[in-house]
């Protein structure tokens, strides 16, 4: 959407990519308080460049689903995508496990969660087996790095190797770094007999907005420092908004016109 509420509210510069709908002539801005405060809390720290599209892509449907979609279009009438459109985001990766060896099953557990902080939503691991030991090399095909808890390494070096520690025949599940993921291999009693075993599997997980959690920390904020800054548009509506409806998502749609207007005005 080359619209100027998602261009103010994403505050991304530029980088040569039309394929993510932000103006060619716009540069980040530098946000003084208390717009920085709000921006912090919408955009945690730490965002991929891709997750923080994907939450003000949510924003504006946050705006749409109140009802207020037209109000987008107060200081830019540019629409470029629709925003109901389903696979602005793909999300959907399946990929069952691949094993060498059937005799050494390999088991993966939690949820990933690195979609928040890399580029991708996915993310698909190579497990080798150092020869005929209990170590194995942990490579990411998508960042190209092996991994040892958080360590990463360009190149398979005796400190990029995870050791196995096998308990009734299972192993110990291996942690990848702050993934969310964790693995374990079986076939503890034979293991050794046999070399260079590997495993594959891919990981996924969709984009997640917590609106509850967003809103309670909003309401943390003294925002009436927002509110007593100058617009040039009539924001009392959407402020009202915020200060008095029942509905969280009104709620967070006032504040978010409310913010924009007033960044707006400091142009």
Excluded: C
């Amino acid at each position: 959407m080359l619209n100027h509420v998602r261009t103010l509210l994403l505050n991304l510069s530029y980088d040569g990519n039309g394929a993510e709908h932000i103006p060619s002539s716009f540069l980040q801005l530098p946000l003084p308080a208390p717009f920085s405060e709000v921006n912090a809390i919408l955009f945690p720290s730490g965002s991929s460049r891709s997750y923080k599209q994907f939450l003000a892509h949510h924003y504006l449907n946050i705006i749409r689903a109140a009802g207020l979609e037209e109000r987008l279009k107060d200081f830019d009438s540019r629409i470029s995508y629709p925003l109901d459109r389903s696979d602005f985001f793909k999300i959907h990766r399946n990929s069952n496990p691949f094993v060498s060896n059937s005799a050494y099953p390999i088991f993966v557990y939690g949820k990933f969660r690195g979609n928040e902080t890399n580029d991708s939503f996915y993310d698909n691991f190579e497990i080798t087996q150092v020869s005929n030991t209990t170590k194995v090399l942990i490579y990411s095909t998508v960042r190209k790095k092996y991994m040892n808890g958080n360590s990463l390494y360009d190149t398979a070096e005796v400190a990029a190797e995870n050791q196995l520690s096998f308990v009734d025949n299972l192993s110990v599940p291996i942690i990848i770094g702050s993934t969310g993921i964790s693995f374990s291999i079986d076939g503890g009693a034979t293991f050794t007999g046999t070399a260079n075993k590997s495993w594959q599997f891919l990981v996924e997980s969709p984009f997640e907005t917590q609106v509850v959690k967003i809103i309670n920390a909003l309401s943390n904020l003294p925002l009436e420092r927002l509110f007593q800054l100058p617009s040039r548009i009539d924001t009392k509506t959407f402020e009202n908004l915020w200060k008095k409806h029942y509905n969280p998502v009104y709620r967070l749609a006032g504040l978010l016109l409310t913010y924009v207007s007033k960044l707006d005005n400091t142009l």
